[in-house]
C-alpha cells in the first residue's frame, strides 16, 4: 500500500521537474510560451520571474524525492514526512493557482492531482 502513495508522489515530483524546466529554461521558446499562453514580449518581461519560480518547483521535486529515498532506505518515519511535505506543498500551489486564476484551473489539475492522490494514499496507510 505505502508503495502506490511513493509512485503516485514520485511521479508527481518527476511532473515539477518537468515544470521547472519549462520554467526556468524553456520559458522564451515557442514551447514554453505555447505552454504558458505567452507572447514574446510577455515571456521576456517576465523571464526572471520564471526562472525563480521554476526553483520553487525543482525544490518541491527534490523534497519528495529525498523522502521516497529514505522511505526506500529503511527510515520511513523522515521519509513519509518529507513526501507529505513536499507533495502538500505541491497541492497547496494549485490550490492557490486555481483560486487566484480560474482560467488555469487545467495547469491546476495537472499540478495538483497526482500529488493530492499520493497525499491521500500516503495518509490511509498511516492510519492503518
Known sequence: ???IGLILVSLAALIHVYIFYLEAFAWTTERGRRTFGLTPDEAS????LAFNQGFYNLFLAVIVLTGVGLVAGGLQ???IA???????SMVAAAAVLVLSSPSKAGAAMIQGVTPLLGVIQLVIVLAI
Open 82 to 88: 518529507l513526501a507529505l511535505a513536499g507533495a502538500g
Open 1 to 3: 500500500m505505502i508503495a
Open 77 to 79: 518515519t523522515i521519509g
Open 45 to 48: 518581461a517576465t523571464k526572471e
